[in-house]
């Protein structure tokens, strides 16, 4: 979609709806595109994020996409907050902050897995969209209702969504690539780190065997539990007066 299309040219939510349905037999919708452009995405890739591909799929003229997005930079922090909700779909807090963060971390984690294309696109974007502001809103509650002073609460939902995202991002990328360079990168622990010498590399040499089976899998959810168990071990000096204010 072309950056010189004008804000103006968005249609209000409730004047969005079409009178007719596309060559498809659907009104479009933003919740029809916003799907439309992640099935494209995960079947081609970031090049699917065009209006001649989605005006294609959809069945109906590229422009009557401007009623909804203003360009594909919008488009995408749609995909991304879609994401985001999806993660949150079925969700409820436990009243156990551990593990409400902890389900809602790999909630995060799993989603963008299972649209990697579109994980790799979205993921370090800031969206300010509802699915977003909710997820924020939910997080922050757990860390308050734990007892975790403001100041402290910050610096967890930081490092809580910073880490989900980051090994979603990075999990998603090895996902994405080609079947080919996928199996060429795991067979590497074995073609090259199985091989090497004890002489030259004795901790490599050493452990190997457990270096290779893990490093097949993701290693976010050992990262997910070093972070709560790091600040539980924080939960009772965060409470203090002299703590919070460091």
């Known amino acids: 979609m072309s950056e010189r299309v004008t804000v103006e040219r968005v249609i209000p939510e409730g004047g969005r709806r079409r009178r007719r349905p596309t060559k498809q037999g659907a009104v479009l919708s933003e919740q029809l595109i916003v799907e439309t452009a992640l099935r494209l995405v995960a079947q081609h890739g970031a090049e699917a994020l065009s209006v001649r591909r989605l005006g294609a799929a959809l069945g109906a003229d590229p422009s009557a996409l401007y009623r909804?997005?203003?360009?594909?930079?919008?488009?995408?922090?749609?995909l991304a907050d879609e994401l985001i909700g999806r993660a949150q779909e079925g969700?409820?807090?436990?009243?156990?902050?551990?593990?409400?963060?902890?389900?809602?971390?790999?909630r995060i984690h799993a989603c963008y897995l299972s649209h990697p294309q579109a994980a790799?696109?979205?993921?370090?974007?800031?969206?300010?969209?509802?699915?977003?502001?909710?997820?924020?809103?939910?997080?922050l509650g757990i860390l308050a209702a734990a007892g975790?002073?403001?100041?402290?609460?910050?610096?967890?939902?930081?490092?809580?969504i910073d880490q989900a995202l980051a090994f979603a991002a990075q999990d998603a990328a090895a996902l994405a690539l080609p079947k080919a360079a996928r199996e060429a990168d795991e067979a590497v622990w074995n073609s090259v780190y199985g091989r090497l010498s004890a002489d030259t590399h004795p901790h490599i040499a050493a452990a190997f065997p457990?270096?290779?089976?893990?490093?097949?899998?993701?290693g976010y959810p050992f990262a997910l539990e070093l972070l709560l168990g790091a600040m539980a071990a924080a939960l009772p000096a965060a409470k203090l007066p002299a703590a919070a204010g460091s």
């Open 91 to 106: 969700w409820r807090a436990t009243g156990d902050w551990r593990e409400d963060l902890r389900s809602m971390g790999l």
């Open 120 to 139: 790799v696109l979205g993921a370090y974007r800031t969206t300010g969209r509802p699915h977003e502001t909710r997820a924020v809103e939910r997080i």
């Open 68 to 78: 909804y997005f203003r360009n594909t930079d919008a488009l995408l922090l749609a």
């Open 148 to 160: 975790f002073p403001a100041p402290f609460a910050v610096r967890a939902y930081h490092a809580f």
């Open 210 to 218: 457990l270096l290779a089976a893990d490093m097949q899998g993701s």
